[in-house]
């Protein structure tokens, strides 16, 4: 990023969240704190709505493409013809679950103990289409990961349709064997479909390399955007089988002609986009893109690589020193199988959820999804705030009744 005399994002500064009133934030695998361009970017759409109605539109829609292109790289994808912008995760699931042409009895292969963004429509799918739902447990990965993808494999060899998967998992932090996967399911003919709504932005992907045939991810977490839009990619050779079940007026070829064009124009029949666009069915959230498309810049400006590594340095340190005062981490011991996240289950008889509000009060935000506490720093944050969680925690552990 250019040097423009104003502050710019680096790691381990909070100048562009001034605003922000936790000491320590290690909150990113919620939602993020919205930085100064961010918020700046939202208001300048406000404002020219405001301003102009409808005459900001075509800037608007311009800036859309150039989000498509952002969002593609960040993942390896072509942002013009592989990526559709949508409202969240979930609208980019349920997109892809419904829009393919299934078959009855078809097998989806799904992870006990994630998120249900990546469950529940997957269920919804197999009720509707009479698919078979076939479950394996996210906690076998962490375990014993050589066993968990035998098993993975045999399933696959005994025939499945799709696979879905989130890249990360939230409890845990557990980053999955996303290239491994891939690589079994182009071996066995399955679809790999990828939640990464807790890797893009803090954990480097190429859904190329991965072999990743569809994904689906929102803004509010460690893209640091506002929540109610995110993305979805679909491969170039999984593109003509999606049939338009949830398809709207913008899905459509050309969809805009017929604002500025004649009667001749205002048609029906128009054929559908291909892929990912074909999902995008109506009016943008513009005040969303715009943010997302601040804060992707201020991420590449970093590098995903560059702050992988700084969050990795800030767990590293923090990690033991919860160990040695009696806390179980969750967190993989292999570098390569680490995401964003720490999570620990703590020594006492409290749980997670009143470590975390004890926390809270200390000035720190972390926390506590389904007994787990847990850490999720991003680029902003310092590494001497590792200081200031220790401290805290022994406080709280000081203070037991």
């Keep these: 990023m250019a040097d423009t005399g104003k502050p710019q994002a680096a790691l381990g500064q909070r100048a562009l969240l001034p605003d922000l009133q936790f000491h320590v934030y290690a909150n990113h695998a919620s939602i993020s704190p919205l930085s100064k361009p961010v918020s700046a970017a939202v208001d300048e759409v406000m404002a020219a709505q405001a301003r102009e109605g409808v005459g900001f539109f075509p800037m608007e829609v311009e800036r859309r493409e150039r989000l498509r292109e952002q969002l593609g790289t960040l993942i390896g994808a072509d942002g013009q013809s592989e990526i559709g912008l949508v409202a969240n995760t979930t609208a980019g699931v349920v997109a892809i679950a419904n829009s393919l042409p299934w078959r009855p009895r078809e097998r989806v292969l799904v992870l006990a103990g994630e998120f249900p963004t990546n469950?529940?429509?997957?269920?919804?799918?197999?009720?509707?289409?009479?698919l078979e739902l076939v479950w394996m447990y996210a906690e076998d990965f962490r375990h014993d990961r050589a066993t968990a993808l035998a098993e993975f494999e045999r399933h696959l060899a005994d025939g499945i349709r799709m696979v879905a998967v989130s890249a990360v998992q939230f409890t845990t932090g557990q980053l999955m064997p996303l290239?491994?996967?891939g690589a079994l399911c182009k071996r066995h003919g399955?679809?790999?479909?990828?939640?990464?709504?807790?890797?893009?932005?803090?954990?480097p992907m190429d859904v190329t390399t991965m072999g990743i045939d569809y994904l689906a991810c929102g803004s509010h977490k460690w893209l640091m955007?506002?929540?109610?839009?995110?993305?979805?990619?679909?491969s170039r050779d999984k593109a003509e089988q999606l049939e338009p079940h949830l398809a709207g007026w913008i899905s459509h070829e050309n969809a805009f002609e017929f604002l500025t064009g004649g009667p001749e124009t205002?048609?029906?029949?128009?054929p559908f986009q291909h892929g990912a666009r074909m999902l995008e069915s109506g009016t943008f959230n513009s005040i969303g893109c715009a943010g997302l498309s601040a804060s992707v810049t201020l991420i590449q400006s970093i590098g995903v690589e560059n702050i992988h590594a700084h969050v990795q340095v800030w767990l590293d340190a923090?990690?033991?020193?919860?160990?040695?005062?009696?806390?179980?981490s969750a967190r993989m011991a292999e570098a390569?199988?680490?995401?964003?996240?720490?999570?620990?289950?703590?020594?006492?008889?409290?749980?997670?959820?009143d470590w975390a509000a004890a926390l809270a009060d200390q000035?720190?935000?972390?926390?506590s999804p389904a007994g787990w506490l847990r850490f999720a720093p991003h680029w902003p944050n310092a590494l001497d705030e590792v200081e200031k969680v220790k401290s805290a925690v022994d406080a709280i552990l000081n203070s037991r009744p």
């Design 225 to 234: 955007a506002p929540e109610g839009v995110g993305f979805v990619y679909v």
């Design 190 to 203: 399955s679809e790999f479909f990828v939640d990464a709504i807790q890797a893009v932005g803090v954990v």
């Design 179 to 181: 290239a491994t996967m």
């Design 119 to 130: 469950v529940t429509p997957w269920q919804q799918a197999a009720k509707r289409h009479d």
């Design 266 to 270: 205002l048609r029906y029949d128009r």
């Design 336 to 353: 390569e199988n680490r995401s964003g996240i720490l999570s620990v289950r703590p020594p006492d008889h409290r749980p997670a959820a």
């Design 318 to 328: 923090l990690e033991p020193a919860l160990t040695e005062r009696g806390f179980e």
């Design 363 to 367: 000035g720190i935000s972390v926390a």
